[in-house]
């Protein structure tokens, strides 16, 4: 996308620097020498940005800007101010300016708010072309994380969720454990939707992806001249995450002198920035999480005690995909759900050998994989429904076995045939046959080991590759006892 930046200024060694600062191919820039014809004909113009100097915006300004707001392109305004007033600055934020700024400031800073402003316009507009170009129907927004995206039929997600329910309202530190991939950031985004902090923001930051001196100025900001390049005081994630929820993902990673400051703000909820003497109080709830053993890390000095203890007063470990296959259908049908559209491909069901095959799978990567897999079968697949064929060409080989297994398994003569069409089915949802036709398979298949193995649970699990008790839940579900195949 081209963008079409507006420049309004009074000072004209001002705008030339700011031509010079714009210059480049996807950029183009116009002038507006005249004090009320910008604003008479804003209705008429096309922009991304309007930059201009507060001594040209109207008085009160709060009107131009909601026309602007309310234009089909909505153009941003970044008002230029000659000297920096804190109140009027909140004014002209709170009116709808993207953001006001300094003359003084440097040229690099500028270019860097500009540079982030026009990216962010171009980013909704490949937002805007993706929903265009979506064929029956556009593309779905990312819904927002809730405590139902977690609910299983299985028996230890369940046990897990009965234990978040209970300390979503409680005002403590959460410690989230679990493998790559298992969801440790979206469950903490869905406590924090359903906690009294709702309303507040929820920060995530990344303590590994950081560099040691720019993850200290970035959780606890700092003032200008704090470091090389600091050329303004800036604010640090606790304070943007003030009356909200501040998300330390990696948090094994962390510097051992960051972790001393952190146990200080998780006591006395306060700090000070880097560089600065004033003490700052916020109210900010922690999630730490990460995929390491923070208890191993304390044991060999690699992490305080002292803080490992204050952040794990609750922890909760998320369980991996492997140890929860019963929930695999579900997950399955809601990703194809959400990303059939979101690729544009009408994939609309899986075969039941897909499925197990999927099951039998151990899955590393957990729930990241999984999504990455289906989104994969699904752009690769020929037609409406994901086959054995295309997991063999999106899992790769190391799933090899569980596609092989499920391939024999539902193709021996130990399964009968799918059933028949029925004219009942016409009147039932898709969902509720479905589970019907994969009870009768699954009763099938268990039935089939159960006989070879002579009703013995443990040689019947490992053979399905579920644990025993699981079997055992199984078994109970579909009516089926072992007495039954012991002869």
């Known amino acids: 996308m081209i963008a079409r930046v507006i420049l309004a200024i009074n000072n004209s060694e001002l705008r030339k620097q700011l031509r010079r600062i714009l210059a480049r191919p996807d950029v183009l820039v116009e002038i507006s020498r005249s004090k009320t014809r910008l604003w008479q004909t804003l209705d008429e113009v096309t922009a991304d940005l309007i930059v201009v100097s507060r001594s040209l915006l109207p008085d009160p300004p709060e009107h131009v800007l909601n026309v602007a707001n309310t234009l089909p392109d909505a153009p941003g305004v970044v008002v230029l101010v000659e000297q920096d007033d804190a109140a009027e600055t909140a004014e002209l934020l709170a009116a709808g300016c993207e953001a006001v700024l300094d003359t003084s400031l440097p040229s690099e800073s500028v270019r860097e708010v500009l540079d982030t402003l026009l990216e962010r316009r171009r980013e909704q507009s490949r937002?805007?072309?993706a929903i265009l170009q979506t064929p029956a129907r556009p593309r779905q927004p990312l819904a927002k994380p809730s405590l139902s995206d977690f609910v299983s039929d299985s028996p230890v997600m369940q046990t897990f969720m009965s234990t978040v329910r209970r300390v979503v309202t409680a005002d403590v530190a959460?410690?989230?454990?679990?493998?790559?991939?298992?969801?440790?950031?979206?469950?903490?985004?869905a406590i924090h939707a359903e906690s009294p902090r709702t309303g507040g923001p929820f920060v995530a930051v990344n303590c590994g992806a950081l560099p040691e001196t720019l993850l200290e100025s970035e959780l606890f900001g700092h003032e200008q001249g704090a470091f090389t390049g600091a050329s303004r005081s800036r604010r640090g994630c606790f304070e943007l995450a003030h009356n909200g929820t501040l998300f330390l993902d990696e948090?094994?990673?962390?510097?051992l002198h960051l972790q001393v400051k952190l146990l200080r703000v998780l006591q006395e909820q306060e700090f000070q920035r880097l560089g600065g003497e004033k003490t700052i109080t916020v109210d900010v709830r922690i999630m730490a999480a990460t995929n390491r053993d923070l208890a191993s890390e304390v044991a060999v000095g690699g992490f305080r005690r002292d803080l490992f203890y204050r952040l794990g007063v609750v922890t909760l470990t998320v369980p991996p995909l492997r140890e929860r296959q019963d929930d695999i259908p579900e997950l399955v049908d809601s990703y194809i759900e959400y990303l059939r559209p979101r690729i544009g491909r009408e994939v609309r069901s899986i075969t039941p050998e897909a499925v197990q095959a999927l099951k039998r799978y151990e899955w590393p990567g957990n729930v990241r994989e999984l999504?990455?897999?289906?989104?994969r079968a699904i752009l690769l697949c020929d037609g409406e429904e994901i086959t054995l064929l295309d997991l063999r060409d999106t899992l790769g080989p190391r799933a090899a076995p569980a596609v092989a297994v499920a391939a024999a398994e539902l193709g021996g003569s130990r399964i009968p045939s799918p059933p028949t069409f029925s004219e009942a089915w016409l009147d039932r949802s898709?969902?509720?046959?479905r589970q019907e036709a994969l009870e009768t398979l699954e009763r099938a298949y268990l039935a089939g080991l159960l006989r070879e193995t002579r009703g013995r649970v443990g040689e019947t699990a490992k053979r399905a590759g579920i644990r025993p008790r699981s079997l055992y839940e199984k078994m109970q579900r579909l009516g089926l006892r072992k007495e039954q195949f012991k002869a």
Request: charged share 30%; hydrophobic share 40%; glycine share 16%.
């Open 127 to 129: 937002q805007e072309l």
């Open 371 to 375: 999504i990455n897999v289906l989104e």
């Open 251 to 255: 948090i094994g990673e962390m510097p």
């Open 174 to 189: 959460l410690l989230l454990l679990g493998e790559t991939g298992v969801g440790k950031e979206r469950l903490g985004r």
């Open 430 to 433: 898709w969902r509720e046959v």
